[in-house]
């Protein structure tokens, strides 16, 4: 009697031990089987539109450090550069005026230069305005008298040399380059305003894609999510899932384009003497050249977006958690 009550107790366990279950690598697989898929199209797609992103605001950045670089040099050379133009008039001796403008140049504290130059070079700076081969000598042109300032000019160098023309040159007048120093300037700050409105319009536009990505994402997951919730999974819990797998998706879309702006502005600096292009085409391309401090700039603009793409993921989440409750 005692056998056959034991009996029955033993087949049910030879069954479980014989019945086909589920192995420790698939269990173990679908334990670790993450909330949001990494492999949609959703997620190529945002990755290929957070690229794009990060290209257009690498290529602003570099943009508007290369405008800098270049204004910043331009103005360095307008402040060390003035101009001495002396109009020809009646009973003028131009020549002794030339002579007496570069005298006292030279003889002015901080003035390291004066040079008058020849009518050949003023034909050559007018000939894009009066052609070639042009004969000054029938026609009332200024001579000009270049002064480069040597590096222990102040701020009294150039008006004692004006006050000097003044007095012993009265036809000779002094340009100092002002207005086209603060033409500059204005130019600088206009491209750098454009470069940050810019930029407003990519973050603005990243953050859109991103908040409908994640919803798309939430909304796809739903019903793991409100399981997940129902059963008392903290919010951190969920939303860490979601901001993990944004963070990658912004790291590599930021990474592409952030390497692409960097590799266009590398070529852009280099092809030129690899080439061995005219200086034409060379000092178009060279307004792309950009310092370590523009690379830098694009390689930071790149970890804002990645960055970006995760708080706005981790944001969408935690307000989509809040309307599941």
Not at 61 to 72: K, L, M, P, R, T
Not at 171 to 176: K, V
């Amino acid at each position: 009697m005692t056998g056959r009550l034991r009996a029955p107790a033993a087949a049910p366990e030879a069954e479980r031990a014989t019945r086909p279950g589920p192995s420790a690598p698939a269990a173990k697989s679908a334990a670790q089987r993450p909330i949001v898929p990494s492999t949609t199209v959703t997620t190529r797609a945002l990755i290929a539109v957070i690229a794009i992103m990060t290209f257009l605001a690498g290529i602003t950045i570099g943009a508007v450090s290369a405008v800098s670089n270049v204004a910043a040099e331009w103005t360095a050379d307008i402040a060390r550069e003035a101009t001495i133009e002396i109009k020809p008039g009646d009973g003028l001796d131009l020549d002794a005026a030339l002579a007496k403008a570069v005298e006292l140049a030279k003889a002015t504290p901080g003035i390291a230069e004066a040079k008058a130059l020849d009518p050949a070079a003023t034909a050559r700076l007018l000939e894009p305005w009066l052609g070639a081969g042009l004969d000054l000598a029938n026609l009332p042109v200024p001579r000009l008298v270049t002064v480069t300032l040597a590096a222990s000019a102040d701020a009294q160098t150039l008006p004692a040399l004006r006050e000097a023309l003044t007095r012993q040159v009265p036809s000779a007048s002094l340009d100092d380059h002002r207005l086209w120093a603060e033409r500059l300037a204005a130019t600088t700050r206009t491209a750098m305003t454009i470069g940050l409105a810019v930029l407003a319009l990519v973050a603005t536009a990243t953050v859109l894609c991103v908040t409908v990505a994640t919803r798309a994402a939430v909304e796809a997951a739903r019903f793991v999510v409100e399981v997940l919730h129902f059963v008392g999974a903290r919010d951190t819990f969920i939303v860490s899932e979601f901001q993990r797998h944004f963070l990658t998706v912004g790291l590599k879309g930021a990474a592409v384009g952030g390497g692409a702006a960097v590799a266009l502005f590398f070529l852009g600096s280099t092809v030129p003497s690899w080439l061995r292009v005219d200086q034409q085409v060379d000092t178009f391309v060279g307004a792309m050249t950009i310092d370590a401090r523009g690379y830098g700039g694009i390689v930071g603009v790149a970890v804002l977006v990645a960055l970006v793409t995760t708080l706005t993921s981790r944001l969408t989440v935690y307000r989509t958690l809040r309307g599941i409750s």
